[in-house]
């Protein structure tokens, strides 16, 4: 039951860090450079091969990285503060095992 619940919680997490994530999004180029200047018919291949065309974009990155790594920081933490939830309850859970077999001891030495 709990693993479900923490799974879910992981799941809800992972969702909302989508949400606050930009889409990214593919330019189409702006226009195909004109070849049939020259007047001869080359092969495509070969046209390929001895034209260089320079790749045109936009000047500066357009995917904005903060809301990610945002979102990768407070899944990390939250990942973190549920793993160390566990290890409190797993060492709560072993020290009171550990009372009542000590108390066992006790009283089994007393007989």
Do not use: C
């Amino acid at each position: 039951m709990k693993r479900n619940r923490i799974t879910a919680w992981a799941f809800a997490l992972l969702l909302v860090g989508t949400l606050f994530a930009a889409p990214v999004r593919a330019e189409e180029p702006s226009g195909t450079p004109d070849t049939s200047a020259s007047g001869d018919q080359t092969d495509a291949a070969e046209e390929r091969a001895t034209a260089f065309q320079g790749v045109r974009g936009p000047e500066a990155e357009s995917v904005p990285g903060g809301a990610l790594l945002l979102g990768a920081y407070a899944v990390v933490w939250v990942l973190l503060f549920l793993y160390l939830m566990r290890m409190r309850r797993l060492q709560r859970h072993t020290a009171e095992e550990l009372e009542r077999l000590s108390t066992d001891v006790m009283a089994a030495e007393g007989r």
